[in-house]
């Protein structure tokens, strides 16, 4: 068994700054310019030293400079055997640290399902790692860590980090302030653990209630209320200048029923429509001076007809995003792993065509060698010049500085301590988590629900996996929560495709109880949670219906009395949607998408702004 301490700084103190200069060729070369590459207190950086950073470089090391990439194991240099027979199958190392050293890669990212984030303390031990890792090889550069934490249902650090309401939540909340609020908590602790380029927020205008990838990772389909909200929540991400927000998906991947994951999807926007519905949000985030935005895998006709995804797109990334735009910070690609990039060429030629579209960096890829050499041999061959590098490495360099990478590349625990789900922090979440819940149907008055005529609550309905390492199942969740505010509840799981035996049950434990609350999950006019939800309705008891992901879900249940919308399924958000069941808080969120009509879908059930409210006393 490894040695798991080895990688792992646990409580041992981090090194001090004196000692890693003193053993790293790469920060004394930093410091034999004048003094380290850092950014000043206005984020301004010096090029002269950052260029001379690079003249330095070996054009291998300038190669690896250009990719972020996954890696296993917890520890940069100690991981589980099972994260080092998966890192030696698909990248030929067997660590972190090995990564490094062979690849010389400027940045790699963080996931759940890789093993990078059991806890706060492990997370910071292991950004610790990888930085030693790197600075300790020659003319060794700090490494930009990264990750996906968007809240809602896309998140890689988890409980007992701080959890938000997702983008399509905070949307329905319709403040900006909140926005601004989340950004600035989630940097913090992002920046504790030693994370330093949140590919965050989305800003993606939802405007196809089929789209199979965003849905509510958007903040909704309105364009100029998704820009006010990316615009804030980028300021709260950068506001310290220790953390990098990422604008995704660039041009646009809102209108589409394709997942590029899986497919290569074609938005079919005119180029008027495009700069109406799909730019404002991007604009904005470069106004509020956004520091890294993300390419998306779609074609996009109207903008380069070429039949290239957008990542590969010169007309798009060059043409549009830097010179009409004018944005001249760091583009990264969405992972090159996805089908969405991999449809027309090959591994070998897509991280050197996003090179010579204007990427600066090459995210994931499915094998880095490939990918790795391929770049290499172009630069060999003459098809992208070294000059070409060294723009992107600049650019890359220029946000390590601004990021105060060179100065400060390491975290201590008791920052972790002092910044990752505090008491404030969690307080905070569920407070903004309350001023999203969105009241769909209230006939009757049916909700708040009292606890002296309805004290027996049977909560069912789907159970999908937990999305950010909370502790789940939602109808577990609920039915604790209804417990905490004083009711009687209890939780039976029926899934997101219930048999008819599960309704059967369901039905059963619904006549033995006083109300039912009922979570859905992309509910379809075939869906068995239909068949639920109507035999539920049919023993005449109370029926309270949570969509706890799209809000497109009442359209389905024309019987319900009263529906709410909670927009996903994390904790922080069905707690809030309990609270507001029980009549603790009034429900205060507006429809941030329209909601169509499920036998006619070109007239709107539910506009854009609906939402209910509680009447006073």
Known sequence: MPDTSTGSMGNTSVPSRRTVLAATAGMTSALALGGTAHAGPDGKHDDRKLRALI???????????????????????????????????????????????????????????????????????????????????????????????????????????????????????????????????????????????NYSPVAD????????????????????????????????????????????????????????????PVITHTREQWNQLDAPPFRAAIRAGIDSIMTAHIMVPALDDSGDPATLSRPILTGILREELGYDGLVVTDSLGMEGVRTKYGDDRVPVLALKAGVDQLLNPPSLDIAWNAVLKAVQDGELTEARLDESILRILRLKAKLRLFDAPYVSQSGVDRNVGTASHLRTADRIAERTTTLLVNEGSLLPLSRRSHPKVLVVGADPASPSGTTGPPTGVLAAALTELGFTATALSTGTAPSSTAIAKAVEAARAADAVVVGTYNVTASSTQKALVEQLLATGRPVVAVAVRNPYDVAHLPGVRACLASYSWTDVELRAAARVIAGRVAPRGKLPVPVQRADDPTRVLYPIGHGLSYRRG
Not at 126 to 137: E, H, K
């Open 205 to 264: 205008v939802n405007v196809n209630p089929a789209n199979p990838v965003i849905g509510v990772r958007s903040f909704g389909a309105e364009p100029a209320a998704v820009a006010g909200m990316v615009a804030a929540e980028v300021a709260g991400y950068q506001h310290s200048r220790q953390l990098a927000a990422t604008a995704k998906h660039f041009p646009g991947h809102g209108d589409t029923a394709v997942d590029s994951h899986y497919g290569f």
């Open 55 to 197: 003249a330095r470089m070996t054009l291998p090391e300038k190669v690896g400079q250009l990719f972020v990439m996954r890696v296993y194991g917890h520890s940069a240099t100690a991981p589980d055997q099972a994260d080092i027979d998966a890192n030696l199958k698909e990248i030929g190392v067997r660590t972190a640290a090995e990564l490094i050293a062979r690849y010389r890669v400027g940045g790699i990212i963080y996931f759940t399902w890789a093993h990078n984030t059991r806890d706060p303390h492990q997370i910071a031990d292991l950004s610790n790692g990888i930085q030693r890792a790197s600075l300790t090889q020659p003319r060794g550069l700090p490494v930009l860590v990264s990750t996906d934490q968007e809240h809602g249902i896309v998140c890689r650090v988890g409980e007992p980090a701080t959890l938000f309401p997702g983008a399509m939540a905070v949307g329905a909340g319709g403040s900006r302030a909140d926005a601004r609020t989340l950004g600035r908590i989630a940097g913090q602790e992002l920046r504790a653990l030693g994370i330093r380029q």
